[in-house]
T-cell receptor, first 111, second 114 residues
Framework: KQEVTQIPAALSVPEGENLVLNCSFT??????LQWFRQDPGKGLTSLLL?????REQTSGRLNASLDKSSGRSTLYIAASQPGDSATYLC??????????FGAGTRLTVKP | GAVVSQHPSWVICKSGTSVKIECRSL??????MFWYRQFPKQSLMLMAT?????????EQGVEKDKFLINHASLTLSTLTVTSAHPEDSSFYIC??????????FGQGTRLTVV
């Protein structure tokens, strides 16, 4: 059974810092990996989707990498802003497109 | 714009009543949809896989008689929480894969049972 782990569970940084969120998964036979943002009491906002054949995806200040063989992904956020404060979820998809989620990293960016 | 629509976004119901949540794929057909549940301060857990024209498959520990799933058309799946109790209060969210590429998520439904 696929297990997804996210480290750290919580992170607090001053505005402007670059930061890295980590995600690891136990079964490397994945279809894709997706990073989401979830604000308190809200739904999911898709940030980046990496297909299993890809190594990384970039969108604005966000860069996600995937190392399928080692079961790892990282989300890099450049020049963090207070508006980036949220919980970031990593989810691994299999070929049926159901997804297994990590517990999330709760990010606080202080002004 | 949203490609998967979920309704309602929030609902409050009395203990013992049933609540139906709808999940629609807006511009594509989805033979499979997924239902997830998220308890406060926890991550999303897959509850069941909704299959168009056949029975849903449930994850271990999820009561199929309590969480009724109907996938009567290629664009609509419904989740009915029967005889709801306060412990069923949670955030329920559906997803639908489009052409086996990316899974799109609904907006979620926050259920509060009082």
């Amino acid at each position: 059974k696929q297990e997804v782990t996210q480290i750290p569970a919580a992170l607090s940084v001053p505005e402007g810092e670059n930061l890295v969120l980590n995600c690891s998964f136990t079964d490397s036979a994945i279809y894709n990996l997706q990073w989401f943002r979830q604000d308190p009491g809200k739904g999911l906002t898709s940030l980046l989707l990496i297909q299993s054949s890809q190594r990384e995806q970039t969108s604005g200040r966000l860069n996600a990498s995937l190392d399928k063989s080692s079961g790892r992904s990282t989300l890099y956020i450049a020049a963090s802003q207070p508006g980036d404060s949220a919980t970031y979820l990593c989810a691994v998809g299999n070929n049926n497109n159901d997804m297994r989620f990590g517990a999330g990293t709760r990010l606080t960016v202080k002004p | 714009g949203a490609v998967v629509s979920q309704h309602p976004s929030w609902v409050i119901c009395k203990s013992g009543t049933s609540v139906k949540i709808e999940c629609r794929s807006l511009d594509f057909q989805a033979t499979t949809m997924f239902w997830y549940r998220q308890f406060p301060k926890q991550s999303l857990m897959l509850m069941a896989t909704s299959n168009e024209g056949s029975k849903a498959t449930y994850e271990q520990g999820v009561e199929k008689d309590k969480f009724l799933i109907n996938h009567a058309s290629l664009t609509l799946s419904t989740l009915t929480v029967t005889s709801a109790h306060p412990e069923d209060s949670s955030f329920y969210i559906c997803s639908a894969p489009r052409m086996n590429t990316e899974a799109f998520f609904g907006q979620g439904t926050r259920l509060t049972v009082v």
